[in-house]
C-alpha cells in the first residue's frame, strides 16, 4: 500500500534563514512524488513534481526538493525562507501502477518569522 | 474564471439529509478527482474520472456517497443520508491528463457540517 509520512507537524524558520520540510514515502514501483502548498482560505497549488531523472527538481517560488531512493524520501527546501511562505505544505505519492491516484501525507505547517 | 470551481462553498445540513457537491472543471481537462479533507489532515482520496467513467473509486468510503460526470466535464458528488462523521472540505481537482505525469488544478473546496 502507499503511504506518505510527514514527521513534522509544524516548522518554524526565520526569514532568510534555509527551510527543510520532510516527507517519507511507501509506494511499489517507481514513485511520482509531488509538493503542494495550502495557503489560508485558498485551494491546493502545485509546488513541484519528481517522475524520473534528475534527483534535484526545481519548482515554484524558489522551491526544490531532493528524490533520495535510498532513504525513501523527498525533502523540500528553499536556501532562504520569506515571512510570505508561511503556509501549509502538502507531499503526495503516487504508483507507477495507480492511474493516477495521489496519496497526501498528513501536512506540515510552515511558519517563517520575520 | 478560468479555475476549478466548486460550489456551493459551505453547506450545513442536518443528520439524514442528502447533499449534492458541484464541480466544474477546467475546461478540456479530461481527468477529474473529488477528495476529502478533514480538519488537520492530508486529503484523502476519494474517486477519479477518466473522462465519463470512475477509473478509480476505492476511497468512496461507503455506498451513501456517489459521483457522477455524465458529459465528461461537470462532476456532481452525491451524499445519502448524511451523518454527522461526513463533516469535512471536499476538494475536487482537475488535470489535462493523469496526476502521474501533470500536476492538479484544485478548487478551493465545499465545506460540508451535518449538524
Known amino acids: 500500500a502507499q503511504s506518505v509520512a510527514q514527521p513534522e507537524d509544524q516548522v518554524n524558520v526565520a526569514e532568510g534563514n534555509p527551510l527543510t520540510v520532510k516527507c517519507t514515502y511507501s509506494v511499489s514501483g517507481n514513485p511520482y512524488l509531488f509538493w503542494y502548498v495550502q495557503y489560508p482560505n485558498r485551494g491546493l497549488q502545485f509546488l513541484l513534481k519528481y517522475i524520473t531523472g534528475d534527483n534535484l527538481v526545481k519548482g515554484s517560488y524558489g522551491f526544490e526538493a531532493e528524490f533520495n531512493k535510498s532513504q525513501t524520501s523527498f525533502h523540500l527546501k528553499k536556501p532562504s525562507a520569506l515571512v510570505s511562505d508561511s503556509a501549509l505544505y502538502f507531499c503526495a505519492v503516487s504508483g507507477s501502477n495507480q492511474g493516477g491516484k495521489l496519496i497526501f501525507g498528513q501536512g506540515t505547517e510552515l511558519s517563517v518569522k520575520p | 474564471g478560468a479555475g476549478v470551481s466548486q460550489t456551493p462553498s459551505n453547506k450545513v445540513t442536518e443528520k439524514g439529509k442528502y447533499v449534492e457537491l458541484r464541480c466544474d472543471p477546467i475546461?478540456?481537462?479530461?481527468?477529474l478527482y473529488w477528495y476529502r479533507q478533514s480538519l488537520g489532515q492530508g486529503p484523502e482520496f476519494l474517486i477519479y474520472f477518466q473522462g465519463t467513467g470512475a477509473a478509480d473509486d476505492s476511497g468512496l468510503p461507503n455506498d451513501r456517497f456517489f459521483a457522477v460526470r455524465p458529459e465528461g466535464s461537470v462532476s456532481t458528488l452525491k451524499i445519502q443520508r448524511t451523518e454527522r462523521g461526513d463533516s469535512a472540505m471536499y476538494l475536487c481537482a482537475s488535470s489535462p491528463q493523469g496526476a502521474n505525469t501533470g500536476e492538479l488544478f484544485f478548487g478551493e473546496g465545499s465545506r460540508l457540517t451535518v449538524l
Open positions: 475546461s478540456g481537462h479530461t481527468a
